[in-house]
């Protein structure tokens, strides 16, 4: 079956835009978590959606923010970019959240913020 | 908290030799664990993952890791490395959240396999 689909690969941004990126979850899953990698702090929990609903949130500001549609689908929203919001972001599928059920990972989108 | 400390930042081993990724966990009760393997420019792909079954877990490439309870431990190894296998490695651990679960990362292990 297919894998975890992340939307663009790449993309550069000007301070002080704002980005979507987009996640595409195992088909059947309902679970799609979203991930921070930075060389500095490593790997960082972003939030959790599960059936449309966020779930669990991370340490993060407000400018970050996501949805999830009716299909699993999930967009990731970043406002007022920062130089620091340069990261990989990775988004990992589950069926239900629990790990019993294991965490597959997309490819990521590497986000830069000049 | 629920937390892991991988113990080496970098690792190198010879082709052919054995490999040893440490990771100790910290945790109030019977943890899920995982070790996930990135390659550059890649997204993570789980090796193996622990969640309360035998304790010694086989994953893939021939990797396999053992859960101790005394020693609070959750090491990877392979008996054999491969040029293949140079990477990064993250021990990780699961987190019961209000409603769900989120991942908790170790810091990573660079492997470097050497000819």
């Known amino acids: 079956k297919a894998g975890v689909t992340q939307t663009p690969r790449y993309l550069i941004k000007t301070r002080g835009q704002q980005v979507t990126l987009s996640c595409s979850p195992i088909?059947?899953?309902?679970?799609v978590s979203w991930y921070q990698q930075t060389p500095g702090q490593g790997l960082q929990f972003l939030f959790e959606y599960f059936s449309e609903t966020q779930r669990n949130k991370g340490n993060f500001p407000g400018r970050f923010s996501g949805r999830q549609f009716s299909n699993s689908r999930s967009e990731m929203n970043v406002s007022t970019l920062e130089l620091g919001d340069s990261a990989l972001y990775l988004c990992?599928?589950?069926?239900?959240?629990?790990?019993?059920?294991?965490?597959?990972f997309g490819s990521g989108t590497r986000l830069t913020v000049v | 908290a629920q937390s892991v400390t991988q113990l080496d930042s970098h690792v190198s081993v010879s082709e052919g030799t054995p490999v040893l990724l440490r990771c100790n966990y910290s945790s109030s009760y019977s943890p899920s664990l995982f070790w996930y393997v990135q390659h550059p420019n890649k997204g993570l792909q789980l090796l193996l993952k622990?969640?309360?079954?035998?304790?010694l877990v086989k994953g893939i490439n021939g990797f396999e890791a053992e859960f101790k309870k005394s020693e609070t431990s959750f090491h990877l190894t392979k008996p054999s490395a491969h040029m293949s296998d140079a990477a990064e490695y993250f021990c990780v651990v699961s987190v019961p959240t209000n409603s769900g679960y989120a991942l908790n990362f170790g810091k990573g292990t660079s492997l470097l396999v050497t000819p």
């Open positions: 622990y969640t309360s079954a035998a304790t």
């Open positions: 990992a599928s589950s069926a239900e959240g629990d790990p019993i059920y294991g965490y597959t």
């Open positions: 088909s059947g899953h309902r679970s």
